[in-house]
C-alpha cells in the first residue's frame, strides 16, 4: 500500500518460463482462504486506509504532493498495463487466464510486494493485494475481481496522476479556513469525517446524490436535530418521482403513509387529485413518522438555499454498495445514532442513552444544538494518508473531467 518507490516504475515484473511445480506449489494454488485469514487480510486493507487526519487538511496536502512526485515519473514510463476481463470472477482458490497481468497490476501501484516470479496462481499474497487495492478505492473489500474492481484495476495511471494534482489544489484551498470542529461530506466517496481537535474522531458511510440529482457543494452549520420527523415531500419529488408512482400503484400514497394537505392543512384523498396532470405540486404531501419514513428516525438540519440536509433511512442496505449514489441530493448517514451523540454533546441531557431512546420510543422532538458543528460538502477524489497510501473514487458528477478546483459554495 506504500507509495511506489521511485525506481519501480522501469521494472514492470516479467513472468519466467515454467518450471516443475513441487507437490505443495500445487496444493497452495487450489486451496482457499479460512474465515479468519480472509478477515485478517480484510483488516489489513482497511487499517492502513484508517488513518486520524482529515482528509482536508495540511497533512493530506503534503501526503498527496509525495503522491504525485511518484506517480510523475511512472507515467512518464507508460503507466501500468491493462487487466484481460478473463480475470472477472477471480478469487482465491479460482486459477484462471489474466491472473499474472492482475499481479503486474497489483505490484505496479504497490499494492502487492515484488515477488521472485509471476505465476498463475491466484494465492494468499495475490488475495491480500486485491483486498487492500479494493480498500484504497472504496469497494466491497472481497478479494474477487467484481466488476467495479476491474474497471477500477484499468482506469490508467495517467488519469489518476490528474486526480491527484487537481485535488491537491482542492484541499489546499479549503484546509486554512475550517474550524476546530467539522463534519465533512466527501461526496465522490459517499463517507463522512468528524473532526475535532485536527483528528478524525469516526467516519460514516453515507449515501449521496445520482447523478442527475446532485448533492450541491456548500458551508454551513448543523443547528437542529429532528427526531422521528415528517418528512414533507419536496416539489421536485412530486413532479419527477410521486406522480408516477401513483400512476403505476394507485395505493403507493396510502402504503407509504403519505397523506395530502390543502393550504388550509385539510387532508385530501388521492381519489381527489387528477394524477393524470401535475395538479398534485399544488398540495403539501407529508410522510407520517415510523419505520417506513423516508428519514427513518432522525433529520439533521443546516442552513443552504439547497433544501438539503442528513438524515437516516428505512433502506439501510444500500451502505453496504460499492456505488452509493442514489438520494436526491441530501446525504443519509450510516451509524446516524452516533453521529447525533456527536452533534449533540455540548447540550449536556443528550448522551448516546438518550439518543438510542428516543429512536425506540418514536417520540416527536425538535432539539436546537448548543455548539453547532461547521458542515462542508465537498469534492474530493484523491487523497493520501500518512502510511503512504493513496485512495480514489470515480469521477462520479465529472468535476475532474471539466478541471474544477474551487466551487460556488
Keep these: 500500500m506504500r507509495l511506489l518507490p521511485l525506481g519501480m516504475a522501469a521494472t514492470l515484473p516479467i513472468m519466467q518460463p515454467a518450471r516443475a511445480q513441487s507437490l505443495w506449489d500445487m496444493m497452495n494454488q487450489t486451496r482457499t482462504l479460512s474465515d479468519a485469514e480472509q478477515q485478517a487480510n480484510s483488516a489489513a486493507a482497511i487499517q492502513a486506509i484508517d488513518t486520524v487526519e482529515p482528509i482536508l487538511s495540511y497533512d493530506t496536502a503534503n501526503n498527496l504532493q509525495m503522491a504525485i512526485a511518484q506517480y ?74 467484481d466488476e467495479a474492481t476491474w474497471y477500477a484495476l484499468n482506469v490508467p495511471a495517467e488519469t489518476r496522476l490528474h486526480q491527484l494534482r487537481l485535488n491537491l489544489l482542492r484541499v489546499q484551498n479549503m484546509a486554512s479556513a475550517l474550524a476546530d470542529r467539522y463534519v465533512v461530506v466527501n461526496i465522490p466517496a459517499a463517507f463522512i469525517e468528524v473532526v475535532e481537535g485536527g483528528m478524525v474522531q469516526r467516519r460514516h458511510t453515507a449515501v449521496v446524490g445520482r447523478i442527475d440529482r446532485q448533492t450541491p457543494i456548500l458551508k454551513s452549520r448543523i443547528h437542529q436535530i429532528n427526531f422521528n ?39 385530501l384523498q388521492p381519489s381527489q387529485i387528477n394524477w393524470q396532470t401535475e395538479e398534485a405540486v399544488n398540495y403539501r404531501f407529508r410522510q407520517d413518522p415510523g419505520p417506513q419514513n423516508s428519514m427513518g428516525n432522525v433529520k439533521i438540519n443546516f442552513h443552504n438555499p439547497h433544501a438539503v440536509y442528513l438524515h ?52 416527536r422532538k425538535d432539539v436546537e444544538v448548543t455548539n453547532p458543528p461547521e458542515i462542508h460538502t465537498t469534492y474530493i477524489s484523491a487523497w493520501a494518508n500518512r502510511n503512504g497510501v493513496v485512495s480514489f473514487r470515480d469521477d462520479v458528477y465529472e468535476f475532474d473531467m471539466a478541471g474544477k478546483v474551487s466551487f460556488d459554495a
Design 72 to 145: 510523475e515519473p511512472f507515467v512518464a514510463r507508460g503507466g501500468w498495463e491493462q487487466v484481460p476481463q478473463e480475470t472477472y470472477g477471480v478469487t482465491m482458490g479460482v486459477n484462471r487466464d489474466g491472473v499474472v497481468q492482475l499481479k503486474r497490476r497489483l505490484i505496479s501501484s504497490a499494492d502487492m510486494a515484488m515477488v521472485e516470479r509471476v505465476d498463475e496462481a491466484m494465492d494468499a499474497q495475490t488475495d491480500a493485494a486485491l483486498r487492500r487495492f479494493q480498500a484504497r478505492h472504496g469497494l466491497q473489500v472481497s478479494g474477487q475481481v
Design 229 to 267: 420527523p415528517y418528512w414533507n415531500v419536496p416539489v421536485s419529488i412530486i413532479r419527477r418521482d410521486l406522480i408516477k408512482y401513483m400512476n403505476e400503484n394507485p395505493n403507493y400514497l396510502t402504503e407509504q403513509k403519505i397523506r395530502i394537505l390543502d393550504g388550509n392543512g385539510q387532508e
Design 312 to 363: 437516516d433511512t428505512p433502506t439501510k442496505g444500500l451502505f453496504g454498495e460499492n456505488a452509493r449514489f442514489y438520494s436526491s441530493g441530501c446525504v443519509r448517514v450510516d451509524q446516524v445514532q452516533d453521529f447525533v451523540g456527536w452533534v449533540l454533546r455540548d447540550n449536556g441531557d443528550w448522551g448516546p442513552g438518550e439518543v438510542t431512546n428516543v429512536f425506540a420510543t418514536g417520540e
